[in-house]
């Protein structure tokens, strides 16, 4: 079954520390995948997103991604961490495997000490 | 643009009360779709809809209708209300699939069945 799964919930870093959150997914096909941001009080925003080509996407504020497709894997990554990423993260992944999908993660919770 | 609106912000239900959540999009997108968001669940695709007068079931569908009688609106209709319906329920859409599909949500509606 497709699935997308974020192994960690919560993440507690203080400012100007490394973050790596991790994405692995299931899904047979060729997919498309994303990294969505939901700041406090605020809507869902596409963080950056990957189709083909150079694995490594860079998205905004500084975030990047790295798609190993060996790995089915898509870490989000930021080398030094501000106390306004606090947020929650949401990868996500789509493709046609029969039938339409668009699969979100569980989501991990980031807060990020001053 | 205001992008992605959807009314109300918060409402609160008694069991078999029936409400519709409205969704409307200004950016001439093709794809709709409604998310369901429950804590540590990440986001449930319950419809989505590829264009005017076309909708498919997502993951979720029970409990719940929609109709897409114009490009720009997507309503979400409750017709049992049920404590399991209480959630945070997002609107969506994108202009296309695969690479064209970043999807833009609305703020959310806090529906609470009591």
């Known amino acids: 079954a497709q699935s997308v799964s974020q192994h960690n919930h919560h993440v507690i870093l203080s400012e100007a520390a490394s973050l790596e959150l991790g994405c692995n997914y299931s899904y047979g096909g060729t997919v498309n995948l994303f990294w969505y941001v939901q700041y406090p009080g605020q809507h869902l925003q596409l963080l950056l997103k990957?189709?083909?080509?150079?694995?490594l996407v860079k998205g905004i504020k500084g975030f990047e991604a790295e798609f190993i497709k060996s790995k089915f894997s898509f870490n989000l990554r930021k080398p030094s961490v501000q106390w306004s990423d606090t947020a929650e993260y949401f990868c996500a992944v789509n493709g046609y495997s029969g039938t339409y999908k668009y699969i979100f993660g569980t989501g991990t919770r980031l807060k990020v000490l001053a | 643009n205001a992008g992605v609106t959807q009314t109300p912000k918060f409402r609160i239900l008694k069991i078999g009360q029936s409400m519709t959540l409205q969704c409307t999009q200004d950016?001439?997108?093709?794809?709709m779709y409604w998310y369901r968001q429950d804590p540590g669940m990440g986001l449930k695709l319950i419809y989505y809809?590829?264009?005017?007068?076309?909708?498919d079931k997502g993951e979720v569908p029970n409990g719940y209708n929609v109709s897409r009688s114009t490009t720009e609106d997507f309503p979400l209709r409750l017709e049992l209300a049920a404590p399991s319906q209480t959630s945070v329920y997002f609107c969506?859409?994108?202009?296309?699939?695969?690479?064209?599909?970043?999807?833009?949500f609305g703020p959310g509606t806090r529906l609470l069945v009591l």
């Open positions: 990957y189709f083909s080509g150079d694995p």
């Open positions: 950016m001439n997108h093709n794809y």
């Open positions: 809809s590829v264009g005017a007068g076309i909708t």
């Open positions: 969506a859409s994108s202009y296309g699939a695969g690479v064209e599909e970043t999807q833009y």
